[in-house]
């Protein structure tokens, strides 16, 4: 088969392997209909985020089962699902408490960073991390429902209800799930970006809606969500007094300074919730029913044309951004 694998020049090669088949009883073979480009993905490819060379990228999948363990119960041939790619053994200590997400034995299991991913034509998995599309859902809506279960495990740390003001920081693919999550919930939101192609892509999406699109940030809001990763500066100057501000975006390399006595003085709260558990996934997948995310994907392409699905995320010389989320079809675009 395909694959897209990460060389050690961080760079993505196009090469063939093995097609993977079951081994394990509980394995599922999947063929990946489609794969997101995650902000995490580009990260690697930009330096912001470490992987392991050799490994197929790709961590947003939904796909088709093909093959199923003489284990499997749940999933048959021809099964559309969605991958949860958050992996944990549900053996140690962080598992048995049931914080899924600080999984001790991670190492090796993260998927498309350094356990092979979906950005190939078929990948293999435990049936445990594979969650069934819902019947009427298009494969465009369903790749959006990891980004979600990440959104998810944010807002709920932040306990973000419907008295709040919230302020979402980039108007990405996450800061627009941020944003149509919040309202959902209830909450006013506004959301803040500086690009202008983001900028008027969010205000199409949002349009007709109560969320409202800025380009620099104001006023103050009771919970901020920087999906950006380098904006916590920026961030807690935003948050009203017991404000809560949601680190949310990757970036290795970004650094901040808080003043210790602010944080005291003002009650704000600076909460990092990690990589969610993976316990909000079919909370993520129920709640996607209700939320137009098939409108955020805005482009697909072939494995073959990797090159180009990442100039429009503005990576490579002189690239900017000319897309929000672009999609992999290993079996080639429709
Ligand atoms: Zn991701
Ligand atoms: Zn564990």
Do not use: W
Request: proline share 5%; net charge negative; hydrophobic share 45%.
């Amino acid at each position: 088969m395909k694959a897209l694998v990460l060389g050690s020049d961080r760079t993505l090669e196009l090469v063939e392997r093995p097609r993977p088949a079951c081994a394990a009883p509980d394995d599922v073979v999947l063929r990946v209909v489609q794969v997101g480009i995650c902000g995490t993905d580009r990260g690697v490819l930009l330096g912001k985020f470490p992987a392991e060379p050799g490994v197929v990228m790709g961590h947003e999948a939904v796909g088709e089962v093909v093959e199923t363990g003489r284990g499997v119960t749940t999933l048959k041939p021809g099964d559309r699902v969605i991958i949860n790619p958050t992996l944990y053994c549900g053996l140690c200590d962080p598992c048995r408490d049931g914080v899924l997400n600080f999984c001790e034995n991670k190492a090796g299991n993260e998927i498309g960073i350094d356990r092979d991913g979906a950005f190939a034509e078929f990948m293999r998995l435990e049936e445990r991390f594979l969650h069934l599309i819902p019947d009427g859902m298009s494969y465009d809506r369903a790749v959006l429902v990891e980004p979600l279960a990440c959104v998810l495990n944010n807002l709920q740390a932040a306990a973000v209800t419907a008295d709040d003001r919230v302020a979402v920081l980039g108007a990405g693919p996450i800061g627009t799930v941020t944003a149509l999550a919040a309202s959902h919930f209830g909450a006013s939101v506004r959301l803040l970006e500086k690009d202008p192609f983001r900028r008027d892509a969010a205000i199409a999406f949002f349009e007709g809606t109560a969320v409202t699109i800025e380009e620099l940030a104001s006023g103050e809001a009771d919970v901020v969500v920087d999906t950006v990763g380098s904006l916590l500066e920026q961030a807690c100057a935003l948050a009203a007094p017991r404000g809560r501000v949601v680190v949310m975006g990757f970036d290795e390399r970004a650094t901040a300074e808080v003043r210790p006595l602010e944080l005291l003085q003002r009650g704000l709260r600076i909460i990092g919730a990690g990589d969610y558990n993976s316990q909000v996934f079919g909370r993520a997948v129920r709640m996607a029913r209700h939320l137009p995310l098939e409108r955020i994907v805005s482009h697909h392409f072939g494995l073959d044309r990797v090159d180009a699905a990442l100039r429009a995320l503005g990576v490579g010389e002189g690239a900017a951004y000319a897309g929000m989320k672009i999609v992999i079809e290993p079996g080639g675009a429709a």
